[in-house]
């Protein structure tokens, strides 16, 4: 089911101040070439899954004279985000006509037999990171000029002449990114898994930090509130780039919109500029955002700059309350995100994700000591939680329950244990019961998972937690990511939110946070 | 039946003084803007011709917002050879995803409607003036860098997203020429087909004149020899540019191979190569566009420095003469051009534009009076004459005979005429014999067909030759031409020579030669 927003009459209140700080913070990115290490070959196994079925050294390909039809596959050996250029020349007779050719670029090797006609989803085809191009006069050196993310590319010959062939003397990629890998020391976690869990995680962060946080190098490109919570929080453990961090919470906080709202996300180009979409949580979480953000540099001018913004998105949810004192529930309509996913109802867990922010509110209140905000603050949340209780927690299930059919979901239980309405101790009973249980409406993202083993970790299950870290993202990398995927179904390697994986980012920010976890919590344990 | 020529142990000899000299003639570009006309729709009729079923101001496609599978057809409302800008903007919400979309350029309206994926011509389809494009960040100006031939264009939209729609705001090309339409003063006819006849024509020059002479703006883009001789004649008495004609010349006297031959065709990019291609009637007929040039500006120098160039190709086709004195028959290879069209054999053509050429040469010799090589040339011309007379005529049919077969094709008739192997009375009755006969084996090219209607007027047919001129170009501008076509058969519009007609050129150097004749012939009658 598409889900995207409209918002009628979305009128932009712009805090220049605010943008400018922004603007003087935007980084240098760094380059660093990178040249295609092999030559693949490229079909299905049995159980009709694309694999290599040869690799040769690049040179391999570089003596070939590539004629109409003639299709190749380059492996660049990792994830790549930046700026391809191939070399060109011809073999044969003078080049008489234009040479006309194909490129596709995939992150994951799937992309490479996708059929982009057989697309049929509801985000954008142009999406496909693919490419039509003439070249009239060779050698050439193709600089391409779009940012593409990948790993795989694959060049097909639509046409050359019948009195010369395309040559490819070299193919790299200009790289870029805020920061640097080699800037992050990796740690010994005693586990080989974990040790490639942790860098996987770090090698998402990195690809997705451009001029600002991005969602994924691939598709969206925008800085998604939500995902840069997770993404700050993965980088004060790994790179440690407050600037950007600082730079990304002026941006939203410089672009509200309507009521003083923040927007989910914002676009940086050709202007910045917010999105009209409103989710519930991920305006909430700014108080989060701000609040990790401290913690992590003790900037309290920033922290004053920001406060009134991140309290006024509890003000502003405050107002969506029902009579029964709970958010009201929008149903299908896309107002609140949790997570991807059909059919999961969002009110008990908007609830909670309230819940759980204004905690944030209290905290960022009494660095700066306003007396009164706490005050209202500690009221509405004992309100909160004696409402969420009353409305949503089923006794004979065991757990919250959410929206007109009572849905017992992952989701509306892990936000009520983060937003702690119960104590520790009912809190670890819960997720045990669930996972006894395992409620038929799962988790379907990384972005969800990361709350999941949160949540564990809260109820002091450590070990659990780093099983299920293993068992998760460590069967991603076992099924080929090089990079943490924006969806990660064990059971369904093509689930996607989109109608087709065609146009699903396989290194996707808010997967990145296993390197969090295990850097936070498990690093005096393990070493 | 694919025609090209590919030379074993190709090696150029280059002439770098000649090189030079061209180098320095090269032409600075005009160039002028012109904007987008009209937004057309265009459909097909029952006799399934394409045809245009409606028309608007252009402005009426700037107020549209176009969304996935949108396509609009623009008519520049005449034919331009240059850059095209699309300016570009979005309607709806902010651009979240790029936007996506097909171009097409079209020189004649058929070409908006033929389907690329149908092409099985043996050109290269990358000669289809198509692009895929995306746009990541709109408003924007898209410059195209590729220079495009076209009259109209079509744009489809392969994606925005649902947030967005692609709006049109300007379409504009920056054509370029070596000269200019408004430096030749029309001439009244005292026809207004002819009128027609001679503004096309020399329309269809101007487009062709760029760096060089170039063949076709849409295909091909080099210079061959036996099109230059048609365009450097018709611009001696349009635009009058002796620099370019000169420069042509001696780029080929500068790019000789092996044994001295001149190449059917150059390429000027992206450096000064012949191509390995060797035409028996394009390389003699240097000895024409030399002569042709040196009456046209008394440039004596140049004479002086190409003369050799242009005898050479005159003795190395006598090297190619078997043992009857007639040029060998080399059957269906590519070596001598006289007309596309399937089955014309050449060897009669042949040894007529051998005869034609060597009478240039012996002016060429007079003009600087080398006797021997005068001597020579007289004694060759005769003893061809009488060998082609021997060889080829039948007396039965009253027509020239070519090959095993003894085919009596128009090309053979015509060409045994311009060489003046038979006085001019028997040479008049010979073409009206043919008229009459109208042998199976037809011209195809309107290349041929000037050198009919130069048969015509050198047998003083000058009346029926202007009635052949307008049947012939006449009947093309009805047919929709702008600019006259490489390729010409009033009874078969999609005929091809490269099994598609997608990849002929309908702006076609060689067809601009009415120009040429109506002021070289019919000024003084008309005026």
Request: charged letters at 30%.
């Amino acid at each position: 089911m598409p889900s995207y927003s409209i918002i009628e009459n979305f009128e932009v209140h712009k805090n220049n101040r605010f943008l400018e700080i922004a603007e003087a913070l935007k980084p240098e990115l760094l380059h660093k070439e990178i040249k295609a290490e092999k030559e693949i070959m490229v079909g299905k196994d049995r159980q009709m899954r694309t694999v290599i079925t040869e690799e040769h050294p690049i040179e391999n390909l570089y003596t070939k004279s590539l004629k109409r039809d003639d299709t190749v596959f380059v492996d660049f050996g990792d994830h790549a985000v930046g700026y391809v250029t191939l070399e060109l020349s011809k073999t044969g007779s003078h080049q008489d006509a234009p040479v006309y050719f194909y490129l596709k670029f995939g992150e994951r090797l799937e992309e490479m037999t996708d059929k982009t006609a057989d697309y049929d989803g509801w985000l954008s085809r142009g999406w496909i990171q693919e490419e039509y191009i003439h070249v009239d006069v060779l050698p050439a050196k193709v600089k391409l000029p779009r940012r593409y993310s990948f790993r795989y590319m694959e060049l097909r010959v639509i046409d050359t002449s019948a009195k010369f062939q395309l040559k490819i003397d070299g193919i790299s990629c200009d790289t870029v990114s805020a920061v640097d890998m080699e800037s992050v020391k990796p740690v010994d976690f005693g586990d080989s898994l974990l040790n490639q869990i942790d860098l996987v995680s770090r090698k998402t962060l990195k690809e997705c930090m451009q001029d600002v946080f991005e969602d994924g190098p691939k598709r969206d490109r925008r800085m998604w509130l939500g995902d840069l919570r997770l993404q700050a929080r993965a980088n004060y453990y790994t790179f440690k780039n407050y600037d950007l961090a600082k730079r990304c919470m002026y941006i939203f906080a410089g672009l509200l919109f309507n009521e003083g709202k923040l927007s989910a996300c914002v676009f940086t180009e050709p202007e910045m500029e917010p999105d009209d979409t409103y989710l519930l949580d991920y305006a909430l979480f700014f108080s989060s955002v701000l609040l990790d953000y401290y913690e992590a540099t003790d900037d309290l001018e920033t922290l004053r700059d920001l406060y009134d913004v991140a309290i006024d998105q509890i003000r502003i949810a405050m107002t969506q309350l029902n009579e029964k004192n709970v958010v009201e529930d929008l149903g299908d309509a896309f107002w609140c995100f949790l997570d991807w996913g059909d059919g999961l109802n969002k009110q008990a867990g908007a609830t909670a994700v309230l819940i759980y922010c204004i905690r944030y509110g209290i905290r960022l209140a009494k660095i700066l000591d306003k007396q009164e905000d706490i005050s209202w603050l500690e009221e509405k949340q004992a309100m909160l939680k004696e409402a969420a209780v009353k409305e949503f927690w089923d006794e004979e299930l065991g757990m919250f329950v959410s929206g007109p059919d009572r849905q017992a979901s992952w989701a509306t239980q892990i936000w009520m244990i983060l937003a702690r309405v119960f104590d520790k101790e009912t809190n670890c009973k819960l997720i045990h019961h669930v996972m006894e249980v395992n409620p038929r409406i799962r988790m379907v993202t990384p972005y969800m998972y990361h709350h999941y083993i949160d949540a564990l970790i809260r109820c002091d299950e450590k070990e659990l937690a780093l099983e299920e870290m293993k068992r998760y993202w460590g069967e991603m990398i076992r099924d080929g990511a090089d990079t943490f995927w924006e969806l990660y179904n064990p059971y369904n390697r093509e689930e996607s939110p989109y109608g087709s994986s065609m146009v699903n980012s396989y290194c996707h920010a808010w997967s990145c946070t296993p390197t969090y976890f295990l850097r936070k919590f498990y690093m005096d344990n393990e070493k």
